[in-house]
């Protein structure tokens, strides 16, 4: 347990709208990690963090953004919902004793 | 880019067997991940591995890194139904030992009592 806090869990949102999922972390990783969760696609890693302002884009990152504007919190933000976005969101840090790489729960989000 | 290739997608046991479940590089691997995934929650970290060669246990789990082959491999003895689940392996990103992680499509393991 890494103290990862991913809020919300579960969302539903409508076309069109914004949408901001945050990740929160407890023992002041420096790395930081948003990864997607879809069927025949497996986990694509989103956008990163490499420290406070220190962002980067993954291998799946048109229609998000992100922010961290402190150690512990991560935003991943859709500008503007789309139903290709439906997924699991996963957070992600690194950081601690020997490298390890820990996940949240997870939000489920789905876009009608 | 890296691609990771898992056998068998899926594996039905009974308890009490020994399984193994391997996960192949298209590049060389510079360490492996292993996590394991309930349907519906999250990852659950299992081992890392960074060097050619290294193998490490967890209770009843042992993985190794094959660097040469370009393999990972994960073995379970006298499964029990707790060990059910999707297994994951994930590799970072050239040489660096951090977070930006390829994965596997994961193998699904269903142990029967």
């Known amino acids: 347990d890494a103290g990862i806090t991913q809020s919300p869990r579960h969302k539903v949102t409508e076309t069109g709208t914004p949408v901001t999922l945050r990740c929160h972390q407890t023992e002041n990783h420096r790395y930081m990690y948003w990864y997607r969760q879809d069927p025949g696609h497996g986990l694509r890693l989103i956008h990163y963090s490499y420290g406070v302002k220190d962002t980067d884009k993954g291998e799946v990152s048109d229609g998000y953004s992100v922010s961290r504007s402190k150690t512990e919190d991560f935003l991943l933000t859709l500008e503007s919902a789309t139903s290709s976005q439906t997924s699991v969101y996963f957070c992600?840090?690194?950081?601690?004793?020997?490298?390890?790489?820990?996940f949240g729960e997870g939000s489920w989000l789905t876009v009608v | 880019s890296q691609e990771l290739e898992q056998s068998p997608q899926s594996l039905i046991v009974q308890e009490g067997k020994n399984l193994t479940i391997n996960c192949t590089s298209s590049?060389?691997?510079?360490?492996l991940y292993w996590y394991k995934q309930k349907y519906g929650e999250g990852l659950i970290f299992l081992m890392m591995l960074q060097k050619g060669g290294e193998e490490k246990s967890h209770e009843k789990i042992t993985a190794k890194l094959d660097e040469k082959k370009q393999q990972s491999s994960l073995h379970i003895t006298a499964s029990q139904p707790s060990h059910a689940g999707i297994y994951l392996c994930?590799?970072?990103?050239?040489?660096?030992?951090?977070?930006?992680?390829?994965f596997g499509q994961g193998t699904i393991l269903t142990v029967h009592p």
């Open positions: 590049k060389t691997l510079y360490g």
């Open positions: 994930g590799a970072p990103e050239g040489g660096t030992s951090y977070g930006k992680l390829t």
């Open positions: 992600a840090t690194a950081g601690g004793k020997g490298n390890t790489i820990y």
